[in-house]
């Protein structure tokens, strides 16, 4: 499994409300009649009815969808099938390059991509592409930041990372047990790039680790922080984003997100046609729908989780309070500020989670 997946796995499990939006993926409406079927392997969020029944009906199609749980499980479940069970995937934008290694992924015309839409900060062409063709696109993304209940916390305190070690949040806070993004957020806190983190550098991190832990009331998944935040146990998630609190915000308008001045980590989510699919044209007609304006915004609103639609033309088909729970007129800056998730390699990223095993232990 991919440094990224874990998180990714992590970020699709939400709220008790999008767990039982999950329950229903396999009563998704099927088109009277369908002439035709396509199965893809995705992530929670492409279950929703509302993403997947407007394709289903405009093309006359049934659309197969099987979720599976990071970058690791998805390869294996391909390994495990035949050539041309799949026609399209979803995949961590980190790892498509696994997926061109492993063969399995069929270029796409660049010219049938709205590339130019894209936010260019998340087309991630040394991700989606190599040598001049094109693998996957970039479909939606977010941020791991900071997530508080702003009846309780200075909203003007989030803006300074720091204030994450003060005393005056001490045991208000819940922290994501994801070990990745974390060393990133405490690097960021300690003034490094993400892209640059290296062993020497683990020292101050483990140090502002055991200071974090100090301080928060619990450390623990998704699920749980979500809870505690929901419920008032704690006031703040660090580590959180939109994809944690703003499919809550109409019901829980208390709930908020922002990204530091110090900066956040970044994540992106990609999608791309099988090669071995026998429905190259189909599938490509997806993965265009998905990217299209509607399919955007649909997509990134879905039950599952919320987040960030890569293609900017999404906005238009948005309303005003959806926008504003996206942050959308903020992207801008939280795109400048933001950093990717470290990608370390397989000897730093051992060392890594030692570090943070030994935090957790602590």
């Not at 989606?128 to 003007?156: C, H, I, L, M, W």
């Not at 992106?268 to 299209?292: P, W």
């Not at 729970?325 to 801008?332: F, I, T």
Request: charged content about 25%.
């Amino acid at each position: 499994m991919s440094q990224f997946a874990e998180g990714a796995r992590s970020r699709r499990f939400l709220s008790s409300v999008a767990t039982l939006s999950l329950m229903a993926v396999s009563a998704l409406a099927t088109p009277a009649l369908a002439q035709d079927e396509l199965n893809a392997l995705v992530w929670c969020d492409h279950t929703d009815p509302a993403l997947i029944e407007p394709f289903e009906k405009a093309n006359n199609v049934k659309v197969n969808l099987k979720e599976y749980e990071g970058t690791g499980a998805g390869l294996s479940i391909i390994d495990q099938s035949r050539p041309g069970d799949w026609d399209v995937l979803v995949i961590d934008a980190v790892d498509v390059q696994r997926a061109v290694d492993k063969n399995i992924l069929a270029e796409m015309p660049a010219s049938a991509l709205p590339n130019a839409d894209i936010f260019p900060e998340v087309r991630m062409e040394a991700n989606n592409t190599r040598d001049g063709k094109t693998y996957a696109v970039t479909e939606k993304f977010g941020y791991n930041t900071v997530s508080y209940d702003k009846s309780k916390v200075d909203p003007a305190d989030m803006k300074d990372i720091n204030k994450i070690w003060s005393d005056k949040y001490k045991g208000h806070i819940a922290v994501y047990d994801y070990y990745l993004p974390m060393i990133g957020l405490t690097g960021i806190a300690l003034g490094k790039q993400t892209a640059d983190l290296k062993e020497a550098d683990l020292p101050a991190i483990r140090d502002k680790l055991f200071d974090l832990k100090k301080n928060a009331k619990q450390v623990s998944d998704v699920v749980s922080s979500q809870t505690a935040l929901a419920t008032g146990e704690v006031d703040i998630v660090f580590g959180g984003g939109e994809w944690l609190t703003a499919g809550l915000v109409k019901d829980k308008p208390n709930l908020d997100w922002t990204i530091p001045e110090q900066g956040a980590v970044r994540w992106a989510q990609s999608i791309g046609v099988m090669k071995d699919s026998k429905k190259q044209d189909l599938a490509l007609k997806f993965v265009q729908y998905i990217v299209s304006p509607e399919g955007q915004a649909r997509l990134a609103t879905s039950s599952c989780y919320w987040a960030m639609p890569a293609n900017e033309k999404a906005g238009a088909n948005l309303t005003a309070e959806q926008k504003t729970a996206l942050r959308w007129d903020e992207q801008a800056t939280y795109l400048k500020k933001a950093q990717l998730y470290p990608i370390p390699s397989p000897d730093l990223d051992a060392k890594m989670q030692d570090v943070w095993t030994e935090m957790l232990q602590k």
